[in-house]
């Protein structure tokens, strides 16, 4: 039993907020992950008092745990995991723990449309509010027409909702104007996985996390950002044969305390160190030359590009050491089964496409692809990032189709009953930074933002605020809250969210859940696939025969049409039905026929989506995103073999210079979620990490004079943030700072000023192939400003604890954040029962 | 042999498309992917500029004695707006094309003089203004329809 740990009613109670990943459960390669039941009721609730259980998966990460919602008198009371489920074993996060609930029954939700008259925004009923908003959008179309329209979404929605905007926006209006806070979050696994296999999809499983010798971490802070799969492999490194774990990050994370191998690389200079891994391959041998032939095209090019990279050239670029890059590299080339990850400190970095390519690179050199325990996952952002990846919300066609291929736009024309023509296709959908940059043009004068803040969570947030307070766009925005973004908007739509209506959603190894309707949405709220529904209607789109263009009643009419829009493309949901869901484990596509349970490696025969007709992408040069083309594409002759995309390493645009001596790099806590919108609402997680600070090594702390709790000011170009400092675990000459604080709570002071989101210092620049934008290289002057009233308010359980322990008071939940876990080692779960078949 | 002065004209070129490059990042610096990969493409002319310089060095550089009949003289200033932002890529464009089919008549020289080393410097140095070309494509293709159909 963990310290902290108590009997209550019989169960282990644990504080989950002291302890983040809960009880060890222990296993060994091969075994199977035991379950354990996590489960938090509202205080007062008793088991016997819920009335009913429904089915669903948690939300506030990427990691799609399953888990059923209680419900006592029409109220959502408490959350549990679903043991059955393949992804969680049974298990939930502190998040999901103690923020699904709250956030969703705060007093705080939008009940009720507004519409600003006379510059305020005031209460009105839903006609009143679609009214002007059709209004609007009739007048733009018929004066100025589609390119007037944007439409910027979330990665937080269900996959119906998707799909619906995504047939509105593509087939009604017909704009290219439309993505998701996506592109923040996970464009960049899109766009490597695109590159190298031609399309979309995970290669890999969170099952390889039980068969591998090895996992890498490449800018991925799993201990926070998910913890449930950081549980899992707690456990096996708490089994009898642990894993290698090698960490790239330039923080002292849970990860790199836990590491073989910890390369704290300078912010910026990922696609040096993997060149200089890759070198370490081809020097030693460690490369199965036959596979690679047999299995990919362009690896000459690869070994000329990293020829220079020693691990000397890469220690001088990197900061790190030359043995530490020796060593990662002889763990990769000897160990037989690798899992590699990759987060937020590659796809939000510079070269992050190009970086996030080499990692697959890696794998494909030594054939390590489709097998048990040697796997690749491209991580996602948002629960629900996948879903809008597929259905194409954002910068891509439904169902991975390549909006090169027009082939691929007739079979949508066709499906939608539609004009190939009104489909916009003559060059890539727009991203979202070109959208705002539209938006601040004066080009797009209609933009509906739905369930996110860009106001808190795009780079350059004085920018951000200018373009969405200016007169010439007609803001909609549909959220939970009313967020920072909201208090812009001409229209603001109250939407249902998770347990107020039903849906599917994707995790990050493509597993399929349903999440049903627990309880009514509070006041008028409505859930966003009946407000997009409603706009159709109202807006009159039609089919070419004249019936309208979405005839649909309910979520699973939606998830029917999207069944049909996504068979035969490489993310097949023709097999999973709303009854499949029901009841047991979410579900892995691509699922049909074929392969009636789902699939849960993808690549096993070593064939790639990668042939010229049924390819979702022709791909990009990584340098500068310049399209290939057709005909250059088709000359690879590719023919489902992978593509080894390599890139000379460009050094950061903004760097360090006498104005701004450091380097600034964002990132997340594990208590808090995007910009708390909803685990703010949590006064667990919201204890936990409430307020914003700024990390700094110990050395310049120092040199700066500068103590914990001291209030400091972080200035780059763009803007400033003033906030208290911890003296931390963050290599030298680089400050982290958390993205999540923005001002709906904050005081006056604060948020008049504007003193507290990151993202008034990050800088707007994107990556050239995933358009996503570089919240982690920015250049920073840090000053004093005020001496310390006590310690700052960073979490100790994590990557943000003091660098010298004991200094500052522990993160502990207290009584309302202990909850239950009960382990069961011999409990039934969907991925046992598919290995022993 | 007139291969001194086709020397002399790929390198006045990559200088000219290098300061134009220049020249448009700072006059669309609000379009950070222009400003940014126009810098870095840059970068690449002058590099191109340099790998040139040991086969020079063998070969010599002439001044041609015809005067020019096309002039291309660079650019100089750029436009605003959506419009203009179209207009100098267009231009940039132009440029590009310059120089890669001048690299393209050295390389036929160079094929024909064997010239192994000639060979190698053309290979790598008009792969990447091919590479430049391309950029130059998708990002006017991606502008175009919103700066000649409905921009202010």
Not at chain 1, 188 to 198: D, H, L, N
Not at chain 1, 588 to 599: D, I, L
Request: aromatic residues 8%; hydrophobic residues 40%.
């Amino acid at each position: 039993m963990l310290t902290g740990a108590t009997e209550r009613h019989g169960d282990l109670m644990t504080d989950r907020i002291a302890d983040i990943w809960g009880e060890r459960t222990p296993f060994g390669r091969g075994e199977h992950w035991p379950v354990r039941v996590d489960q938090k009721l509202a205080d007062g609730v008793l088991e016997t008092d819920i009335d009913r259980w429904v089915q669903s998966a948690c939300v506030l990460c990427s990691n799609g745990c399953a888990c059923d919602i209680a419900v006592k008198d029409e109220r959502m009371v408490g959350i549990r995991g679903r043991a059955v489920d393949r992804v969680n074993h049974g298990r939930l996060g502190p998040k999901g723990l103690f923020g699904s609930i709250p956030g969703m029954n705060s007093r705080e939700r939008l009940t009720r449309p507004m519409i600003r008259i006379d510059g305020q925004l005031v209460e009105t009923d839903w006609d009143t509010a679609m009214s002007r908003i059709v209004e609007r959008s009739k007048t733009l179309l018929a004066e100025k027409g589609p390119l007037s329209h944007g439409f910027y979404t979330s990665g937080q929605l269900f996959l119906e909702e998707y799909y619906a905007l995504a047939v509105i926006g593509k087939a009604g209006i017909g704009t290219p104007h439309m993505d998701g806070n996506t592109r923040l979050c996970t464009a960049t696994a899109a766009a490597a996985m695109k590159e190298s296999f031609g399309s979309d999809g995970q290669p890999g499983s969170y099952l390889d996390i039980d068969d591998c010798d090895a996992v890498f971490l490449y800018g991925h802070n799993m201990a926070e950002t998910q913890t449930v799969l950081w549980a899992r492999i707690l456990d096996r490194i708490a089994g009898p044969d642990r894993p290698f774990i090698v960490c790239v990050d330039p923080r002292e994370t849970e990860v790199a305390k836990v590491a073989d191998v910890h390369l704290p690389v300078r912010p910026g200079t990922n696609q040096a160190l993997m060149n200089g891994l890759i070198r370490e391959l081809f020097v030693h041998g460690w490369v199965d030359e036959a596979w690679v032939q047999e299995h990919t095209v362009g690896v000459d090019e690869l070994r000329l590009v990293v020829d220079p990279w020693t691990p000397e050239k890469v220690a001088e670029t990197c900061g790190v050491d030359a043995d530490d890059v020796r060593r990662a590299a002889r763990i990769f080339g000897e160990s037989e089964r690798v899992l590699s990850t990759v987060l937020q400190g590659f796809y939000q970095s510079a070269q992050a496409t190009a970086a996030s390519c080499q990692v697959n690179n890696m794998h494909l050199l030594r054939g390590m692809i489709g097998k048990p325990g040697a796997g690749i996952l491209q991580m996602n952002g948002q629960p629900t990032a996948q879903n809008n990846r597929e259905c194409g919300a954002d910068g891509d066609l439904p169902a991975f189709r390549n909006w090169e291929n027009k082939e691929h736009v007739q079979q949508l024309a066709t499906l939608w009953g539609v004009d190939i023509d009104v489909i916009p296709h003559w060059s890539p959908p727009t991203h979202a930074m070109q959208i705002f940059r539209y938006v601040e043009q004066g080009s797009i004068e209609f933009l509906w933002v739905s369930a996110t803040n860009p106001a808190v969570s795009m780079p350059q947030l004085e920018r951000i605020r200018r373009i969405l307070d200016q007169d010439s766009v007609f803001l909609v925005v549909q959220d939970l809250f009313l967020t920072e973004t909201a208090r812009y908007a001409d229209v603001v739509l109250p939407a249902a969210g998770w347990g107020e209506k039903t849906g599917t959603f994707t995790n990050v190894n493509r597993t399929v859940h349903l999440s049903d309707k627990a309880i009514e949405p509070p006041g008028e709220a409505r859930s966003d696939l009946d407000i997009f529904l409603d706009y159709s209607t109202r807006m009159g789109f039609v089919t070419n025969d004249g019936s309208p263009l979405l005839d649909w009643s309910s979520p699973e009419d939606a998830y029917r049409a999207w069944q049909e829009c996504s068979r035969g493309r490489p993310c097949d949901y023709t097999g999973i039905s709303y009854d499949t869901l029901r009841g047991g484990s979410g579900i892995p596509w691509p699922c049909n026929t074929e392969n009636p349970g789902g699939v849960t490696r993808l690549y096993t025969d070593g064939v790639f989506p990668t042939e010229p007709d049924y390819c979702e992408s022709f791909g990009h040069d990584l340098l500068t995103g310049a399209t290939v083309g057709e005909q250059a594409f088709r000359a690879l002759e590719t023919h489902g073999k992978a593509v080894i995309k390599s890139a000379q390493y460009a050094p950061p645009h903004e760097e360090p210079d006498d104005d701004y001596p450091l380097r600034y790099t964002t990132g997340r806590t594990a208590y808090q979620f995007h910009t708390r919108t909803k685990t703010a609402r949590s006064s667990q997680l919201n204890r936990a990490a409430p307020s914003a600070w700024v990390e700094i090594s110990r050395t310049d702390a120092d040199a700066l004079r500068l103590a914990e709790g001291d209030i400091a000011r972080v200035t780059s170009p763009r803007g400033e943030i003033v906030v208290p400092v911890r003296v931390g675990n963050v290599r030298e000459g680089t400050v982290f700072a958390p993205f999540h604080y923005g001002y709906f709570d904050a005081s006056t002071e604060v948020s008049n000023g504007h003193t507290s989101a990151a993202n008034e210092l990050t800088v707007t620049e994107w990556d050239p192939v995933s358009k996503q934008p570089l919240f982690k290289n920015a250049a920073v002057r840090i000053v004093k400003v005020a001496d310390a009233v006590g310690p700052s308010d960073a979490p100790t359980t994590t990557a943000s604890r003091p660098a010298v322990p004991g200094t500052v008071r522990l993160t502990v939940g207290g009584p309302d954040a202990e909850a239950s876990g009960v382990v069961d080692r011999d409990a039934w779960t969907a991925d046992r029962a598919e290995a022993l078949s | 042999m007139m291969l001194p002065v086709y020397l002399g004209l790929l390198r006045k070129a990559e200088q000219m498309l290098a300061s134009s490059y220049r020249q448009v990042a700072e006059g669309h610096g609000a379009e950070p992917d222009v400003y940014h990969l126009c810098q870095t493409l840059a970068q690449q002319c002058d590099q191109h500029e340099r790998a040139l310089a040991p086969v020079t060095e063998r070969y010599g550089e002439q001044p041609d004695d015809e005067p020019e009949r096309l002039h291309a003289v660079g650019i100089s200033s750029t436009r605003t707006g959506p419009v203009g932002l179209i207009r100098d890529l267009q231009d940039l464009y132009l440029l590009a094309n310059l120089v890669d089919v001048t690299w393209m008549m050295v390389k036929q020289a160079a094929l024909a003089l064997r010239d192994d080393q000639l060979v190698a410097v053309v290979g790598q140095c008009d792969a990447q203004i091919k590479v430049q070309l391309g950029w130059l494509t998708t990002r006017m293709k991606q502008a175009a329809p919103q700066a000649l159909i409905i921009a202010k």
